[in-house]
């Protein structure tokens, strides 16, 4: 049994059973919460639970059995390509921080079919930290990626994120041509659905208080539009479902999108869902000094723009529709999620 202090509360209990069983599969972990062998407070609890200080928490007897749980999940550590891939992405840090221009194609951390993701590659190449997300990307997403290194800065900077003070802008490339001027997207996302045993994230009454930022930068005639978004809130697949939500879905996304117009973009260049992460902006707690990181558009992503450029024209010249201005709802049974601020996510 193991009580929850201070310093641990606030994270998720998957999270805190990873750093706990560091030699265990995630695949292992997750399975020791799915049985409910893992409790908390004598009660089961999902891996997006987050423990609370007096938390009990019951930690079991875990084996390990090398030749069937190594074998099948592959070597104990990150391939020395994979560390110096991470490595490399690094563009800012401190005592504090690491910021990465994560690559397409890496995911943040291991499981859906790879035994390595940043994390663990981060770790690896640097045992002598206490290293945590600070929040997630999707595997083909790219750009900007927050790691805490140390408890204390996890903790406020989660904090912060709750209160809707980190302020995380996109870029991304949607179908068709977007006559909805800036857009505020307000629709709660249910992310329980699961089609053919992977997630699949909906709107739903019911679900997370969730706000998109949409803003036309630039028109590809009516094949596309390149998007800058800013997300208030941060959930699964928020972006790509909120996109297709508005008519728009993004480009290149084979889950939520389009498979003809996919296919269309696809003799133009584009191998993925276009999107990236083109920054982070907040004020540190307590000190409010202002933090602000950028990563620019990957090549092969700006190819494909340029592949597309004989129909462009700018969004500045687009007529303005003052009907087109405002916000899409959808139905909630909670209250209003905090509004965008434009202001520092710049």
Same mark, same amino acid.
């Given at each position: 049994m193991r009580t929850i202090t201070a310093d641990e509360a606030g994270q998720r209990i998957d999270n805190f059973l990873m750093r706990h069983f560091k030699t265990v599969p995630r695949s292992r972990v997750y399975r020791l919460l799915r049985k409910g062998e893992v409790r908390?407070?004598?009660k089961r609890v999902d891996a997006e639970y987050?423990?609370? %200080?007096?938390?009990?928490?019951?930690?079991?007897?875990?084996?390990i059995d090398t030749g069937d749980e190594q074998g099948r999940h592959?070597?104990?550590?990150?391939?020395?390509?994979?560390?110096?891939?991470?490595?490399?992405a690094v563009i800012f840090q401190d005592k504090h921080v690491l910021v990465l221009d994560k690559p397409a194609g890496v995911a943040v951390h291991g499981g859906s079919g790879m035994s390595f993701g940043v994390i663990e590659a981060l770790r690896a190449s640097r045992p002598r930290e206490t290293l945590e997300l600070v929040h997630r990307l999707d595997r083909d997403t790219s750009g900007c990626l927050v790691i805490a290194r140390d408890r204390p800065t996890l903790t406020s900077l989660h904090a912060l994120i709750r209160n809707g003070g980190m302020h995380k802008t996109y870029l991304a490339l949607v179908s068709g041509s977007w006559q909805l001027g800036t857009k505020r997207i307000d629709a709660p996302l249910? %992310?329980?659905?699961?089609?053919?045993?992977?997630r699949h994230v909906r709107v739903a009454a019911a679900g997370k208080d969730s706000v998109s930022v949409f803003k036309p930068v630039?028109?590809?005639?009516?094949?596309? %539009?390149?998007?800058?978004v800013d997300i208030p809130t941060g959930r699964t697949h928020q972006i790509r479902v909120h996109a297709s939500f508005a008519g728009h879905p993004l480009l290149g996304?084979?889950?939520?999108?389009?498979?003809?117009?996919?296919?269309e973009l696809k003799q133009h260049g584009l191998k993925r869902t276009f999107l990236h992460a083109q920054s982070v902006a907040f004020e540190w707690p307590g000190s409010g000094v202002p933090f602000h990181v950028s990563a620019p558009l990957p090549a092969e992503l700006s190819a494909v723009l340029d592949a597309i450029t004989p129909m462009k024209r700018s969004a500045k010249r687009l007529p303005p529709k003052g009907a087109a201005r405002g916000a899409v709802k959808a139905p909630r049974t909670a209250g209003k999620a905090p509004?965008?601020?434009g202001k520092a996510s710049r």
């Open positions: 908390v407070n004598r987050r423990i609370a %200080t007096g938390d009990e928490v019951r930690l079991p007897p875990v084996r592959g070597p104990g550590r990150p391939s020395s390509s994979l560390l110096e891939l991470i490595e490399g249910a %992310t329980d659905n699961r089609q053919h045993g992977e630039q028109f590809f005639g009516s094949l596309a %539009t390149l998007m800058e996304d084979d889950k939520y999108g389009e498979r003809e117009r996919n296919a509004r965008a601020s």
